[in-house]
């Protein structure tokens, strides 16, 4: 399952936590978090991503080929709105094992290391729509595949994601959610050998080129990713990766606790040791739950009560809290359509998401094609 699991903390227990600890941080984080949207500033900046991870008809795996037929009727929604514009400018296939990728694994639900159900046609289904495609590689159930494929050889991993990225005309995304001791080393490899093939394009016109990372909802989990990858990789002045999602924490939140899970990424933990950097806004985008709960959510069918309306003002005029220069994060992430979960709503008929992301691409006019992002 992709979660970015995290416990938003309140303002007073933020500032009961700089009492303790002496640091001066802590309360003008909660100042900002309890703020909410009244601290928005005056200038904006449009939505460029608004995607969703789409997990196909079973759980995540993608184990069989798809009927591009049955992939439609349970994917429409996805390249048309409801007026022949797509609802979403991106759409994230989750999830590639990187230790099958590595092997190079040949069975029932495989090929060459990638599920076989992430095939050509399904790409080509929403990039002849001008929807640009990922491929996820990770996610929390293959965490320990992870770590052993970055032991064992992650120059060859990096290598040969950047094989199938070519391969399918696809970006790449890195879902890594070891909590604990993440093996950095090896990921800084595998992002080095990636972008040995595909280079850093800031215009965005080569999609093999688009790499980005999952962190936590806010910075309190995944804290040992955040703090590298916020320094090594998703700075403004010499950026290696495109951006990050701050992913979805363990429930849908609030709006409010949306909004502070992601303003403590833009502030920054500065009294952790190492720190962590502050998070220019254009460098990451905010995730809301879509499906795979009990019940069918706003963020699919009712826009008017949804996060992604709710947050909308805050996230385009978010201001930098330290790194960038622009206002607004990126955009939004959804997650995730078609079946996410045995247990929950899915996306497919009657549960469509027009009336909730649909509509959204329309309020706020997003541009399909993406365009070049922001780089600051």
């Known amino acids: 399952m992709h979660t970015g699991r995290f416990r938003t903390l309140s303002a007073t227990t933020l500032l009961v936590a700089a009492a303790l600890t002496g640091t001066a941080a802590a309360p003008a984080q909660a100042a900002r978090a309890s703020a909410g949207s009244a601290t928005a500033a005056s200038t904006t900046s449009p939505i460029q991503v608004y995607g969703a991870w789409d997990c196909g008809n079973d759980e995540c795996t993608w184990g069989t080929v798809r009927n591009m037929t049955d992939f439609d009727t349970n994917n429409h929604w996805l390249i048309d709105r409801g007026d022949g514009t797509p609802s979403v400018n991106l759409v ?22 990638a599920p076989v159900g992430m095939d050509q046609a399904v790409v080509n289904y929403f990039t002849s729509h001008g929807v640009r495609v990922m491929l996820s590689l990770g996610g929390v159930t293959y965490t320990a595949d992870w770590d052993t494929a970055l032991s064992q050889n992650p120059t060859l991993l990096g290598q040969k994601a950047a094989a199938l990225a070519t391969q399918l005309g696809v970006g790449i995304e890195i879902d890594y959610e070891n909590s604990t001791s993440p093996n950095l080393t090896g990921l800084q490899s595998f992002i080095s050998a990636y972008r040995a093939v595909h280079p850093y394009d800031a215009t965005g016109a080569d999609p ?22 916020t320094a090594n990789w998703l700075s403004t002045s010499n950026p290696v990766l495109d951006y990050a999602n701050a992913m979805v924490p363990n429930k849908q939140p609030s709006t409010s606790a949306a909004e502070a899970n ?28 879509l499906a795979g709960q009990p019940q069918v959510l706003p963020e699919c069918n009712n826009f008017a009560s949804s996060l992604e309306s709710t947050t909308g003002s805050w996230l385009q005029s978010a201001a930098p809290g330290g790194a960038g220069t622009t206002p607004g994060m990126l955009g939004y992430m959804f997650w995730a359509a078609e079946t996410p979960s045995a247990r929950g709503m899915s996306t497919t008929p009657p549960n469509t998401c027009q009336g909730g992301v649909g509509i959204g691409s329309t309020t706020y006019a997003v541009p399909v094609p993406m365009p070049a992002l922001r780089q600051g």
């Open 208 to 229: 093999t080129a688009r790499l980005t990372i999952d962190l936590a909802a806010g910075d309190r989990y995944l804290i040992g990713l955040t703090q590298y990858a």
């Open 262 to 289: 992601w303003q403590q990424h833009i502030d920054g933990e500065p009294q952790y040791s190492p720190p962590i950097a502050p998070l220019a806004p254009a460098k990451f985008t905010g995730s809301v739950y």
């Open 92 to 113: 994230v296939l989750s999830f590639v094992d990187p230790l099958k990728l590595l092997d190079g694994t040949n069975d029932t639900g495989d090929v060459n290391g």
